[in-house]
Nanobody
Framework: VQLQASGGGLVQAGGSLRLSCAAS????????MGWFRQAPGKEREFVAA????????NYADSVKGRFTISRDNAKNTVYLQMSSLKPEDTAVYYC????????????????????WGQGTLVTVSS
């Protein structure tokens, strides 16, 4: 599985962006998908995850109520809609895919993911 993230850019605080992650391969609809981010000098951290059928999602506390993860299995794409952006959301955002079963405890752990995209930079100015 190859993942290609896009949609990053420069936005003012309070603004919105939508990230996309396109996946290759025929197994996308069976994969748990996640978004992580890494700010300069910091560890990569969990942002959001979604089950294979889109019915279950999980979010980091820092983005709850502001970010929404969704997927379109017909298009092999997962999205991250980001609203009310803050300067502290500035980071490189990575999409990732997990072949394992969905659970909120598992999907927040980056070591559980099997495939990673290249990242897309989001910069939020104050």
């Amino acid at each position: 599985v190859q993942l290609q993230a896009s949609g990053g850019g420069l936005v003012q605080a309070g603004g919105s962006l939508r990230l996309s992650c396109a996946a290759s391969g025929r197994t996308f609809s069976s994969l748990v998908m996640g978004w992580f981010r890494q700010a300069p000098g910091k560890e990569r951290e969990f942002v959001a995850a979604i089950s294979w059928n889109g019915r279950t999602t999980n979010y980091a506390d820092s983005v709850k109520g502001r970010f929404t993860i969704s997927r379109d299995n017909a298009k092999n794409t997962v999205y991250l809609q980001m609203s009310s952006l803050k300067p502290e959301d500035t980071a490189v955002y990575y999409c990732a895919a997990d072949r394992g079963a969905y659970s909120s405890g598992r999907t927040s752990q980056k070591q559980e993911y099997d495939y990673w995209g290249q990242g897309t930079l989001v910069t939020v100015s104050s």
